[in-house]
């Protein structure tokens, strides 16, 4: 017996409740004109996902079922599973099953992620029931993301208890750079450990720091993907599943034939809920396709380029505002974001002062030049001389130091704001994580911005994605090379260099990938072979930082512990003041040894 099954990999706008169900609708037309049986719809795709606290406002989430019944009264033959929020005796996380002009049943999500940027917990009730769909003759379980990731959740249950031939889970999973090809794993592991096709579909697109890559598949009993979408691109995924070919698997394979439901705490029972729905035997041919995933670097690409593209549509720019320095970070912006918007959406300022060097004034236009976009010369000198002449009595008899190379940095963004407020282009900051992470960036001067796309890009990062867009342009250059090679600098002081304050990039990086994103402990750190005084400078950078990071523009998530929603830290904090200093650390590495 064959099925065919879509999967609609859409990029909602949380709270656009009207457009995306209009989306919803066109993909449904889109489907049954392939001769679909039945269309997933990511994880709450009526509300985009995540809603947050609008989920607390009761009326919200009745509009999002108000939308569900328009979608269900236009839906026609073909069985439809969409996510929104659902309000019962409780909120839930849910999925809604539409065929023949109305809701035939409601499954609410078991497993509520309560970790990194999820918070399911303060707006959703755990479900109870498992539901096991019956069209045809088929039987299709439903789950909902998390419910996936827990290695003997409710698909056991609906497969060893409901004899489910197939899997269906809507999903809304934040990319990070290395998860697309561990999360594909991890369902190919979960349907060859049941036996089952597994159908997984999930969200594209940007929500303000989040991103979501899609990569939707499905999968044979076997653990062999047999289709799957594009990263990052909407798209309506089609294939073909033989129920036979479940059933022959299942005789070979006697685990489905031991109960598994005190496997899962919350179920209550498995519900089957029969749809009226004929399976056409005359479906017309399609060209199911398996699209490559593609390596780290360049789903990192795709990715800030999608929050940059979502968030400027989103929030209602088209236009974007970059303060171009000559350096790597404002040309990795510059270039990421004639690739989201187009070159000719795209103003640079370059802005120098007395420090700044004629080589970086001739990067910067050979940059404009490369990419082309307009860029205007905006000299600060006159600004920043007034400035210190009215600071000038008030700072007498002390010497210049850091504060007066941070006026430089401040008119700038200055001068960046006005721009922006006056024609209305969204502000980009372009400050990395390597920078972010242990303050080196001046609060309401090269932090300021609208949005900040690469704030989660560790320097060296930032290198490998210059290097790999010229590498993809041929004989064209993206990135001037002389911007690449040269050393960082912010140009604030005579002869400046970022090594002056911070150590190489490449060791600063790892260290800060051990303390931020693996939380390993300072003496640890040491022990890793990291000299005691770099460990002891990073660590108290990065906690002296705290207060920047939480003035800093919202930014896309590409590593797997990004500053904002991930990683929560008192800015009031004696813990860390507490942390081993160098000298300790280095006597207590001496002491173990």
Known sequence: MNFRIALAQINPTVGDLRGNANMILDRITEAKSAAADIVLFPELALSGYPPEDLLLKPHFIHDCEQQLDRIAREIGDIVAVVGLPYIDDDS???AAVCSNGGVRDIYRKIYLPNYGVFDERRYFAPGGDIIVLDIGGGLFGLTICEDLWISDGPFTDCVYDGGAHVILNISASP????KTADRERMLV???ADVGAYLAYCNMVGGQD???FDGCSCVIDPSGRVIARAPAFQPDLLIADINIDSVIRHKLRDPRHREPMSNANPFAKSVVFTPIDHEIRADKPAIDTKIVSIGDKTDLTIAGVVTGIKDYAAKNGFSKALIGISGGVDSALVAALACESLGAENVLGLFMPSIFSSRESAEDAHALADNLGFELVDAPIMDVVESFEKTLAPLFKGRQRDVTEENIQARVRGMLLMAVSNKFGHLLLATGNKSEMSVGYATLYGDMAGGFAPIKDLPKTTVYAICERLNEKAGDREIIPRRI?????TAELRDHQKDSDSLPEYDILDR???????????????????FDPQVVG???RMVNAGEYKRRQAPPGVKITSLAFGKDRRIPITNHFVRNEAPAVTLAREIKDDD
């Open 189 to 191: 592991q979960r349907a």
């Open 537 to 539: 400078q990073v660590i």
């Open 484 to 488: 690449i090679e040269k050393a960082p």
């Open 92 to 94: 839930y996380n849910a």
């Open 511 to 529: 260290i800060l990938q051990l303390y931020v994103e693996q939380e390993v402990p300072s003496a640890q750190i040491v022990r890793e072979g």
């Open 175 to 178: 990319f990070h750079a290395a």
């Open 209 to 211: 720091e989040l991103i």
